[in-house]
């Protein structure tokens, strides 16, 4: 059993910049997948970053590559997605999760825990 919880979302100006994390209980953190979703209103949720296991791969859908990163240490149990140039169609609900899976292969399907979620409101 995991549990997740996100932290670091807030209201910022387009532009801006933001530092989410997700601490997680236990002491397996390191033998899951990690991700981050988002849900915005109306919108099903969707994938904006995974890493692996150790940190060597990390994975972006083309809305968010070269804008956000994500990043992971271990010794914390602890997730980071670092979002820079924001933008209003960025306001969501962001979700951490975990996957006994691949970094690669994780989706909103295949995670297998996840956080409460953070809200992240990005202004024009």
């Known amino acids: 059993q995991v549990q997740l919880v996100e932290s670091g979302g807030g209201l910022v100006q387009a532009g801006g910049s933001l530092r989410l994390s997700c601490a997680a209980s236990?002491?397996?953190?390191?033998?899951?997948?990690m991700g981050w979703f988002r849900q915005a209103p109306g919108k099903e949720r969707e994938f904006v970053a995974t890493?692996?296991?150790?940190?060597?791969?990390?994975y972006y859908p083309d809305s968010v590559k070269g804008r956000f990163t994500i990043s992971r240490d271990n010794a914390k149990n602890t997730v980071y997605l670092q979002m820079n140039s924001l933008k209003p169609e960025d306001t969501a609900v962001y979700y951490c999760?975990?996957?006994?899976?691949?970094?690669?292969?994780?989706?909103?399907?295949?995670?297998?825990?996840w956080g409460q979620g953070t809200q992240v409101t990005v202004s024009s």
């Open positions: 999760a975990a996957s006994r899976g691949t970094a690669q292969a994780m989706g909103v399907m295949t995670s297998d825990y």
């Open positions: 890493i692996s296991r150790g940190g060597t791969s990390t």
């Open positions: 236990g002491r397996t953190f390191s033998s899951y997948a």
